[in-house]
């Protein structure tokens, strides 16, 4: 855990770099624009069906009912709202995570490399169809545990256990091949994610729980229309930043990863001298 914490330092000091903090922008202004027409066009509707369902099923008594059990019976007047942002936020958050990855990582990887690693050179094993590739199976996983574990959101103690675990393994699976893909070949991707996945795959989870705070103004949106634009745009920023801090997080951990496995594949063998016969 030593060098998954050094390189959480290096991370946040490469953080602070007016560069790093300028590479928000662009994403950001993806994601709005793209969130901006869908929400226009789909969230009302989809409010309207989710209402039309709970009123055909019962639903707002039974939601009522299993959240007056949590003293949460407050809820229940936005419960459909709620659901509806809760539904969308996967979607929103792999928008974020796409576009962080193909136009901010590159950038990312350039920008530690040349600081940091500039002897190391690069062997371009990783590519844009790669990463989308990687982005886009790892998603159709994490969306079905996504669904499947829905219900234990429910219970306070679960949800701060299973929804960063989840977020973790989908950040490790798409930054790590990100991270090491202009410096690495393909055989040594596959080597590093192998060797390194447990640091790697807990650099994901603790950045996965640093998703909380945008998570909360995300669906706050749905207990206040007037502000719901206002707080949306805030979480995607927020969602954004984390990444772009997870991004370098994962470069620096992957590319010294890199480095010492470089290292060790080049030492010289040494044998012992061979022993003299005294007969």
Same mark, same amino acid.
């Given at each position: 855990?030593?060098?998954?914490?050094?390189?959480?330092?290096?991370?946040?000091?490469?953080?602070?770099?007016?560069?790093?903090?300028?590479?928000?922008?662009?994403?950001?202004?993806?994601?709005?624009?793209?969130?901006?027409?869908?929400?226009?066009?789909?969230?009302?509707?989809?409010?309207?069906?989710?209402?039309?369902?709970?009123?055909? %099923? %019962?639903?707002?008594?039974? =939601?009522? $009912?299993?959240?007056?059990?949590?003293?949460?019976?407050?809820?229940?007047?936005?419960?459909?709202?709620?659901? @509806?942002? *809760?539904?969308?936020?996967?979607?929103?958050?792999?928008?974020?995570?796409?576009?962080?990855?193909?136009? =901010?990582?590159?950038?990312? /990887?350039?920008?530690?490399?040349?600081?940091?690693?500039?002897?190391? $050179? !690069?062997?371009?094993?990783?590519?844009?169809?790669?990463?989308?590739?990687?982005?886009?199976?790892?998603?159709?996983?994490? @969306?079905?545990?996504?669904?499947?574990?829905? #219900?234990?959101?429910?219970?306070?103690?679960?949800?701060?256990?299973? !929804?960063?675990?989840? *977020?973790?393994?989908?950040?490790?699976?798409?930054? &790590?091949?990100?991270?090491? @893909?202009?410096?690495?070949?393909?055989? $040594?991707?596959?080597?590093?994610?192998? !060797?390194?996945?447990?640091?790697?795959?807990?650099?994901?989870?603790?950045?996965?729980?640093?998703? &909380? /705070?945008?998570?909360?103004? *995300?669906?706050?949106?749905?207990?206040?229309?007037?502000? +719901? #634009?206002?707080?949306?745009?805030? /979480?995607?920023?927020?969602?954004?930043?984390?990444?772009? +801090?997870?991004?370098? *997080? +994962? $470069?620096?951990?992957?590319?010294?990863?890199?480095? !010492?496995?470089?290292? =060790?594949? %080049?030492? #010289?063998?040494?044998?012992?001298?061979?022993?003299?016969?005294? %007969?």
């Amino acid at each position: 855990m030593k060098k998954v914490l050094v390189a959480f330092g290096k991370a946040l000091l490469s953080q602070l770099h007016f560069r790093m903090l300028l590479l928000t922008i662009l994403p950001f202004v993806l994601s709005v624009a793209l969130w901006g027409v869908l929400l226009w066009l789909g969230l009302q509707p989809m409010i309207d069906w989710l209402h039309a369902y709970f009123a055909d %099923n %019962n639903g707002f008594q039974v =939601a009522g $009912e299993m959240l007056g059990w949590f003293g949460l019976g407050a809820i229940k007047t936005v419960i459909v709202p709620l659901i @509806a942002m *809760w539904v969308l936020l996967p979607l929103m958050i792999l928008t974020a995570l796409v576009f962080v990855g193909v136009f =901010a990582m590159p950038i990312i /990887a350039r920008h530690i490399g040349s600081r940091h690693y500039p002897l190391l $050179e !690069q062997r371009k094993g990783g590519t844009v169809l790669g990463s989308l590739w990687i982005a886009t199976y790892s998603f159709l996983i994490f @969306a079905v545990l996504w669904v499947i574990t829905l #219900p234990l959101s429910m219970f306070p103690p679960l949800t701060f256990i299973v !929804q960063p675990a989840l *977020w973790g393994w989908l950040t490790y699976r798409v930054m &790590a091949y990100d991270a090491l @893909a202009d410096h690495a070949d393909a055989s $040594e991707i596959k080597l590093v994610l192998r !060797q390194h996945r447990w640091p790697l795959l807990a650099i994901g989870a603790i950045t996965g729980a640093m998703g &909380a /705070a945008p998570t909360l103004l *995300w669906l706050g949106g749905a207990l206040s229309v007037i502000f +719901f #634009p206002l707080l949306a745009a805030g /979480a995607i920023w927020l969602y954004v930043l984390v990444f772009v +801090f997870t991004g370098l *997080w +994962f $470069e620096h951990y992957c590319l010294d990863a890199l480095a !010492q496995s470089r290292g =060790a594949a %080049n030492m #010289p063998v040494t044998t012992s001298p061979p022993m003299k016969d005294i %007969n």
